[in-house]
């Protein structure tokens, strides 16, 4: 405390003490009066006197001042110098043993904040230094931060709110994202070298971060941030996943297997993604029941077959592409149909032993009111297969004259069991070359067909190989994916490149496999393959962005964290996959390519110009 200025008021009456005596002060520039107890030698004293340990401070009154007395004398004139004398024979005992207590506490308070002023070796370190003055600051944000409040806890949630309230409010402000309050991340892998500065980043931007471990030990705490959320889980078991997702709005998966045993390639790498998506989309699902279906991730359902009556509607038609005599001679014949069974599935099944011959399953589409397919971004189907491929056909004109109609198609594949397929409107193409590009507005009828070309042979589960021209699709639902500006989940992944060759392509098998069931499950994606990690700073060499799996060369974890963290919020990154690394120099004659170079600059954002150009569902 820094008293500028002291003024000492007192009101004396004819006791030999006064109990109306003040001490003025300044604290923050407002002035403070505070009650002392001093001892008056006479009653009509010209001066008074403090007494202290040692000495005697004489102070005289001011002129003018009115001096009380018993018979109401005038006040008196006399000017008098500040002088210091011993103190007087009369003076109150119990006014000294006061004051001599009072400055007793003020000296010990004076040792106090002489001791907490001075500094240790260990403070003069700059590491040293800057964590205790981290350590100070936080001690007076969450003291301001509890004043005026009705009642003050010290609970642990609380002390974390209060940290993430410093990133967002206090001197970090300036790295915050716009929108980055009100969305909360989780980071799988949040103790691996990508994941720790992916967190700390994210805190220094003004998210709320959730991190998913397998175990909550003392030392997995210490790595982490305090305000940190720690959710205990598996990737690998889809039923500790539910209170990781809960709350969240997006996702960054930077685990990894910690070896390359396929055990752990398949838990972590592969089904670890498909897990967690699928988890992540029952709690989308779940909360736009909630909003009465009104929420920016609601699917448009199309067909849903939960009864017989869900598959009227449905024609199954047959055809071939070659109408020759010659065909004829091939003509084994064809056989399907559509039929909801006593075990609650529409099973569309059957052969085609015909040259060219093809099966259709067709139905005008009937959507809600005010519901158009532009709306959305592309369908996804439920479907239980047996590894059959099949092609999925739109067409697309005005309903007043379908002569004027145009046909579009993508293939997509299953496997043996129930999965997801995810097919964007991108990915379909006209059957005519020469026809424009499909215009989701337009679309009024929905095909499924199979045929017996370019199938392969799929082993049953009895390890008996099946006729590939014979098939079997059970269909769940068709849903319409709605369309966002903006990713939902990002995966690092990898190039390959680095890795033990007797392993690499074992790893890549896994990781491909959860690649591509991001991109069934709907959501919005963004698939990150760095190169060879390295431990270095980063933002100090350009990188270079590509599709097509041809880098070789490294990049540091720091690069490919900020490249997460930009992802979350750019459009350019929503749905694509692409490999990135440091700028490199191709050797001569073999610039097959154009690469997309960028040096990471915090005043831009070079993700947007490096993305822009890039394919999106590759």
Known sequence: MTVAKAVISSSLSNSSTSSNTYIMYQWGGQRCWRPISLPVPKPNSQNLTITT???????????????????????????????????PPSASSSGNDKIDTSNKIQEEQEQEQKQQRRLDLVDVNPVGLGRRSRQLFDEVWRKFSGLGQISRTSRADERDALDAL?????????????????????????????????????????????????KADQEVVDMLPRSVEIVTGDVGDPATLSDAVQGCNKIIYCATARSTISGDLYRVDNRGVYNLTKSFQDYNNKMAQLRAGKSSKSKLTITKFKSPESVDGWE?????????????KYDGGMDAKFEFTFTGDAV??????????????????????????DRYEGLVLSVGGNGRSYILILEAGPLADTSQSKLYFSRFSTKAGFCRVRVPFSSFRPVKPDDPPLDPFLVHTLTIRFEPRRQKAVESRTGVKEDPRSFKLILEYVKALPTGQETDFILVSCTGSGIEPTRREQVLKA?????????????????????????????????????????????????????????????TARNKSFDVCYEYIADQGKELYELVAHLPDKANNYLTPALSILEKNT
């Open 511 to 571: 990781k491909r496999a959860g690649e591509e069931s991001l991109r069934k499950s709907g959501l919005g994606y963004t698939i990150i393959r760095p190169g060879p990690l390295k431990e270095e700073p980063g933002g100090q060499r350009a990188l270079i962005f590509d599709q097509g799996n041809r880098i070789s060369q490294g990049i540091s974890c720091a690069d490919v964290a900020d490249i997460c963290v930009k992802a979350l919020h750019d459009s």
């Open 166 to 214: 410093l990133i967002r409010e206090g001197p970090m402000c300036e790295f915050v994202i716009p929108g980055a309050q009100n969305t909360t991340v989780l980071v799988v892998g949040a103790t691996s070298s990508i994941g720790r500065i992916v967190v700390r980043k994210l805190m220094l931007r003004g998210y709320t971060v959730k991190a998913l471990v397998r």
């Open 348 to 373: 569309f099944s059957g052969y085609v032993f015909t040259r060219g011959g093809y099966v259709d399953l067709s139905k005008k589409l009937s959507l809600p009111l005010g519901r158009t397919l």
């Open 53 to 87: 340990r040692n000495r005697s401070l004489l102070i005289p009154r001011a002129s003018g001042a009115p001096s009380e007395s018993n018979n109401g004398g005038s006040s008196s004139k006399t000017k008098t110098k500040n002088k210091i004398i011993d103190p």
């Open 316 to 328: 199954v038609r047959q055809g071939t592409y070659f109408q020759d005599v010659v065909s004829s």
